[in-house]
């Protein structure tokens, strides 16, 4: 396939992000740091997650964030809900956001460990939400969690993942998003993958959820990029990991994968200096030195005279 | 081109990471070191530079380096001579290492700016550096810097490069280096640029020599991988980076290439768990968080139990 020459980044550290950061972050420096990323260029922004406040007290403040927050009007705002109770909670405030992500785990072990269901329990939920969160009007994105392996069982069968993708995309998901939860993945793989993905799922916008676990993560979303997958989730700063198990680390760096394409010449639409400024702000915010290689190096273009 | 099932890896951590270290390392911290890499199975380690110690004092006791070190017996040892004068002290002690290494910057202004000479004079005493390495019955291995960029002219010439990977070759090496100096090439150009270099230089060992400067590193040996390449360079720890421009970071990490390698089903020859427990040590003798991802997750076989 053909080199797609321009892609969609959504920026998941708000949310992805943000949830795995041990101190609270107050909701003014929340509201300031998605203002920046707004005046980035993000047209898709995770933002809030409407889960149990005793379960991640950290994004407590989700409708206060949803209320504050300052984007440009085609700015997609998207909030995480893990089930039909979270999304009654999410649609009190329906006029706030335009997409709700929904989730499983293609690892039966993994679900469990993480939502404490079975994955048909999930899958059956997940139908109901997604037929009423297209009946609100809304766009239904749909994630599967260690769609590339599982770290209590090992390699995940692709057709399994696939087949939980269709199903998704027949109860009226129009974005089916693969996560790499605990950084499984290598790019031998996910040429195969997001070749038989895009295959398999016509019509459908096929999303790339990579993580940097072990340092791979960009070169596992070059070679998407290569089986010709358009769009990426990333987190500024390489924000976020995964609570199961511990010790997972982050997503890729948005402004690492930005700087990538953008040398590659595969559009954006993004201003990567404003990103980088805003992940510097992150690390001034959470008051340690975060992993993006960017955030140090700065964009290509500052080479010449590094700051 | 079919991807290679096995690759060649040259540590070149305790020389091209050393080097920058702003504070002395004590040469039996190096020793160590050294030694620690040798049972983690490389067959290839750069270990010293016969540069002026008022330089780089960091690499002044090179002899004393490799004298002392213990590794296995088919353990290639590198040494890296910037002209003739350093060449006649590296030959002073001529069994102590295997192969030699001699470079020239493809770019005329980043050339002047390290070694303080044109390109052509670098050449003219490359040549004759060459075959008295050959004649001496060592390897001679070419290194290209700024092959894929230089952060002062900007874009280099293909063409360009590779005339100067011929005239190393025509006078006796049987490596070319290619070196991404200051981390300026992109994995679309790093498929585009090993595709042409291998077509041009058959006989010739080509070996890719990527920075993580902005964190595509991976992504690069990924797309070189593809275009055929089976020879590579990384340093322990993400040590490195390269004195001009100041500002330009570090080389990428050998755990995390050889890790991605594995994951990959790639063959190198290297016990993934001893080369981490090197980075490790290494980490903890400069007394600093290094860079490199999988010296915090571990090989993707810990995922189940992160220690």
Known sequence: MARPQRVQIREVGPRDGFQNEPEHIPTDDKVRLINALGRAGFTRIEVASFVRPDVIPQL???????????????TKLMVLVPN????????????KFHEVAIFVSASETHNKKNVNRTVDETMADNDVMAKRIVAEGLDCAAVIATSFGCPFEGKVDLGRVLDLAERFAEAGAT??????????????????????????????????HFHNTRGQGLANAYAALEAGCASFESSFGELG???VPAGSTGNIATEDLVSMFHEMGVETGLDLPRVIEAAREAQSVLGRK??????????IEWAASPR
Do not use: Q
């Open 290 to 299: 975060l992993t993006s290689h960017s955030i140090v190096a700065g964009p």
């Open 175 to 208: 974005e089916i998003g693969f996560g790499d939860t605990t950084g499984m993945c290598n790019p031998a793989y996910a040429s195969e993958f997001f070749a038989a993905a895009l295959d398999r799922l016509p019509g459908v916008e096929v999303t790339a």
């Open 84 to 95: 039909s109770k979270g999304l009654d909670n999410a649609l009190k405030v329906r006029d």
């Open 60 to 74: 407590a403040d989700g409708v206060e964030v949803l209320d504050r927050i300052e984007v440009p009007d085609d």
């Open 241 to 243: 990991g995964c609570p």
